[in-house]
């Protein structure tokens, strides 16, 4: 297992050897000499002079972990030292990014230019480059290579020392958050109190999340992507799913848990989601089947969904067989987590493979490969009530199977998704999202 207890400066070297050793041999079977990342820039609002937030691109920041930098390039040649291209414009309207100073740094050659044409000028000539980003490249560079990017996609799928210790410290944070929220959760506060709590907790804004956070009370956890925050409580608060991660250094967290303001039937589902998440978390190792876990989070679902009396008259194998679950659990197992919270390279088993298909009826399905040690994956198994996909099943033949009256006590819950971040070692895993919270349990007993 790769040492994490190093700080990340102190890892940084060996992760950019180690992943400029995999872009050198990925350029040399692509026949090229070098590679441009761009940053990315901030888009304007149709007919206005505002932006929307603006996200560096996360192969930039798989090389440089600078979040402040719209047009600023990295340059790497195959047999050359990488040169990082800082874009800090003369400007008054807006705070300039700052050249970053962090020990990283001096990994690279540097430069620092004002404006997006010097840092293009900057890029050598005469040269077969490829361009990773947008929007369309310099003339002459080659954009976004299939194959490269298939290959550097496989690169990241494998965390480093570096990348796992940040990705440790974005779980931490993340849990901070969680904490804080569901102490909010039983002061019974609003759905925007609660994210503001889970902000100021995990030392975040909203620009710095990973993804934009789910805080659902009621019903409102039977969406899948909630987006709302309402800023009044409702009149009888019954179960929160709060589904919301932290960021450090470009890599996030992505944790969901699912709370009852009391006992009864919610309560002795989250129970049973909580054991199911755990037996689940239990089965990642090297060589595990994705789709054959993702299966028997299915065979789970329908088995507390048996012993909660929701479903009757209908074996275990025959409520998976026929997508009766489906109608309960509509989302994939998890998926691969990193610089992206849908995390690159899912699908395809080797660089030049064609992509594994997801299962049939199963096309929420991010991740059809089986894992490999150095992945980072969520495990996120679930149970909702989401009225259109009932209202389908109560009108099939299948609908005989339910007990609608128990199902019409539990929609008011919405649903329970439990979801922690694993990292798959040589001899089985590491639940990071277990590990941070029984940290932070520790702090607060001390």
Same mark, same amino acid.
């Given at each position: 297992?790769?040492?994490?207890?190093?700080?990340?400066?102190?890892?940084?070297?060996?992760?950019?050897?180690?992943?400029?050793? +995999?872009?050198?041999?990925?350029?040399?079977?692509?026949?090229?000499?070098?590679?441009?990342?761009?940053?990315? @820039?901030?888009?304007?609002?149709?007919?206005?002079?505002?932006?929307?937030?603006?996200?560096?691109?996360?192969?930039?920041?798989?090389?440089?972990?600078?979040?402040?930098?719209?047009?600023?390039?990295?340059?790497?040649?195959?047999?050359?030292?990488?040169?990082?291209?800082?874009?800090?414009?003369?400007?008054?309207?807006?705070?300039?990014?700052?050249?970053?100073?962090?020990?990283?740094?001096?990994?690279?050659?540097?430069?620092?230019?004002?404006?997006?044409?010097?840092?293009?000028?900057?890029?050598?000539?005469?040269?077969?480059?490829?361009?990773?980003?947008?929007?369309?490249?310099?003339?002459?560079?080659?954009?976004?290579?299939?194959?490269?990017?298939?290959?550097?996609?496989?690169?990241?799928?494998?965390?480093?020392?570096?990348?796992?210790?940040?990705?440790?410290?974005? #779980?931490?944070? %993340?849990?901070?958050? @969680?904490?804080?929220?569901?102490?909010?959760?039983?002061?019974?506060?609003?759905? $925007?109190?609660?994210?503001?709590?889970?902000?100021?907790?995990?030392?975040?804004?909203?620009?710095?999340?990973?993804?934009?956070?789910?805080?659902?009370?009621?019903?409102?956890?039977?969406?899948?992507?909630?987006?709302?925050?309402?800023?009044?409580?409702?009149?009888?608060?019954?179960?929160?799913?709060?589904?919301?991660?932290?960021?450090?250094?470009? $890599?996030?967290?992505?944790?969901?848990?699912?709370?009852a303001a009391a006992g009864g039937a919610f309560a002795t589902l989250i129970d049973a989601m909580e054991s199911l998440q755990q037996q689940l978390c239990r089965e990642v190792r090297p060589g595990a089947s994705w789709p054959a876990l993702?299966?028997?989070?299915?065979?789970?679902?329908?088995?507390?969904?048996?012993?909660?009396?929701?479903?009757?008259?209908?074996?275990?194998?025959?409520?998976?067989?026929?997508?009766?679950?489906?109608?309960?659990?509509?989302? %994939?197992?998890?998926?691969?987590?990193?610089?992206?919270?849908?995390?690159?390279?899912?699908?395809?088993? #080797?660089?030049?493979?064609?992509?594994?298909?997801?299962?049939?009826?199963?096309?929420?399905?991010?991740? #059809?490969?089986?894992?490999?040690?150095?992945?980072?994956?969520?495990?996120?198994?679930?149970?909702?009530?989401?009225?259109?996909?009932?209202?389908?099943?109560?009108?099939?033949?299948?609908? +005989? @199977?339910?007990?609608?009256?128990?199902?019409?006590?539990?929609?008011?819950?919405?649903?329970?998704?439990?979801?922690?971040?694993?990292?798959?070692?040589?001899?089985?895993?590491?639940?990071?999202?277990?590990?941070?919270?029984? +940290?932070?349990?520790?702090?607060?007993?001390?």
């Amino acid at each position: 297992m790769k040492n994490t207890n190093e700080s990340p400066d102190s890892l940084f070297a060996n992760h950019l050897a180690d992943i400029g050793k +995999r872009i050198d041999l990925a350029l040399e079977h692509a026949q090229l000499d070098g590679l441009v990342i761009h940053a990315g @820039h901030p888009y304007a609002v149709f007919q206005d002079d505002q932006h929307f937030g603006y996200r560096p691109n996360p192969w930039f920041s798989w090389l440089a972990p600078v979040r402040d930098a719209p047009d600023s390039l990295v340059i790497w040649r195959r047999g050359h030292r990488p040169r990082l291209v800082m874009v800090i414009p003369d400007d008054f309207w807006h705070l300039p990014p700052v050249a970053p100073s962090d020990p990283w740094v001096n990994q690279f050659e540097r430069d620092i230019v004002s404006s997006r044409e010097q840092s293009l000028a900057l890029i050598p000539s005469g040269l077969r480059l490829a361009w990773f980003g947008e929007p369309s490249p310099p003339e002459g560079l080659l954009p976004n290579p299939e194959g490269l990017l298939h290959e550097l996609q496989e690169a990241r799928c494998r965390k480093s020392a570096y990348e796992i210790a940040c990705q440790t410290e974005a #779980t931490i944070r %993340g849990v901070a958050g @969680h904490r804080a929220a569901l102490r909010a959760f039983e002061a019974r506060q609003a759905e $925007y109190a609660i994210h503001m709590a889970f902000l100021a907790a995990s030392g975040m804004t909203d620009d710095e999340l990973p993804y934009s956070s789910i805080v659902a009370l009621n019903e409102h956890a039977a969406t899948m992507h909630y987006q709302r925050r309402d800023r009044a409580s409702p009149p009888a608060i019954r179960s929160m799913l709060i589904d919301a991660g932290a960021g450090f250094r470009g $890599y996030g967290s992505d944790i969901t848990r699912t709370y009852a303001a009391a006992g009864g039937a919610f309560a002795t589902l989250i129970d049973a989601m909580e054991s199911l998440q755990q037996q689940l978390c239990r089965e990642v190792r090297p060589g595990a089947s994705w789709p054959a876990l993702h299966f028997k989070a299915h065979h789970g679902v329908a088995l507390l969904l048996r012993e909660s009396g929701v479903l009757r008259g209908i074996d275990v194998e025959a409520a998976v067989s026929t997508g009766l679950t489906g109608h309960f659990l509509p989302h %994939g197992l998890g998926h691969l987590l990193g610089l992206q919270v849908h995390d690159v390279g899912g699908f395809r088993p #080797t660089p030049g493979a064609d992509p594994l298909p997801t299962p049939p009826g199963h096309p929420a399905l991010r991740l #059809t490969r089986e894992l490999a040690q150095d992945f980072v994956v969520t495990v996120e198994p679930g149970v909702y009530f989401i009225p259109s996909l009932l209202a389908k099943l109560q009108s099939g033949a299948l609908a +005989r @199977h339910v007990d609608w009256s128990l199902v019409d006590e539990l929609r008011p819950c919405g649903g329970i998704r439990i979801e922690d971040n694993v990292l798959v070692t040589a001899g089985g895993h590491r639940n990071l999202t277990r590990e941070a919270f029984a +940290r932070e349990a520790g702090a607060a007993a001390a």
